[in-house]
């Protein structure tokens, strides 16, 4: 097994597998390289874990590449890319999980499939936050869809609700997350103590969920 060694002045070892899934041992001077190899060994299958989580984040994370089969995700479904013939861009999801795209539609791909994904989004998240803010007893003003890569949504004081379209690559509970989150914005407009034990009065494993949308956030760059 590959691993850097970087000694330094610390007291124990300690082994770290990076995102790229390479390994690096941390090793007090005077602790002998033998007994690091003997540690890399007793934690062998720890260590591959690790690493098999890492390559599938990154193939989850790859650009995608609009090639038959591909996998699509929509408000957490999977759906796999077919490509038919047609000389017009037509793109549409089926009841038995496709995510049909025209032939016509790989001259510009990206354009389209965010063309799609940008109807998609309003109509999802539209349905969605008028679902959650009537459970809740909310009222907003409008829904407006934007690009954004790093900010999933955004209120505004006058209760007006951004979100990106990327969101809608994510799963269904973690969208939830989002419009929930937003929801309570219109009523504390800040990240106060307040404003998390009321989201946490509405979805007790906020927290879990924030954490995933963070830890998983480049899957809205595939696109
Ligand atoms: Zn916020």
């Known amino acids: 097994m590959n691993y850097k060694i970087i000694r330094s002045r610390r007291k124990t070892l300690a082994l770290h597998v990076n995102s790229d899934a390479t390994l690096t041992v941390k090793l007090p001077y005077g602790v002998s390289q033998a007994y690091a190899e003997e540690f890399i060994a007793k934690k062998r299958r720890w260590i591959e874990k690790k690493q098999a989580e890492f390559i599938a984040t990154r193939e989850k994370h790859k650009p995608k590449q609009f090639v038959n089969g591909e996998e699509f995700y929509f408000a957490g479904r999977k759906y796999e890319l077919e490509i038919i013939p047609g000389s017009k861009a037509k793109l549409a999801l089926t009841a038995v999980g496709k995510f049909r795209i ?18 998609f989004a309003k109509q999802y998240l539209e349905g969605r936050t008028s679902e959650l803010a009537e459970a809740l007893g909310y009222k907003y003003r409008s829904i407006k869809i934007n690009s954004a890569k790093t900010r999933w949504g955004s209120c505004s004081r006058s209760g007006n609700i951004n979100y990106s379209w990327r969101l809608v690559m994510m799963p269904a509970e973690m969208i939830d997350y989002v419009i929930v989150h937003e929801l309570v914005h219109l009523e504390i407009h800040d990240h106060s103590g307040r404003f ?12 879990r969920r924030e954490k995933w949308l963070k830890e998983n956030a480049g899957m809205a760059s595939v696109i």
Not at 196 to 207: E, G, I, V
């Open 102 to 119: 025209t032939q016509k539609c790989l001259e510009a791909p990206k354009h389209y499939v965010e063309w799609f994904c940008k109807q």
């Open 196 to 207: 998390y034990s009321r989201l946490a009065s509405f979805m007790p494993d906020h927290k």
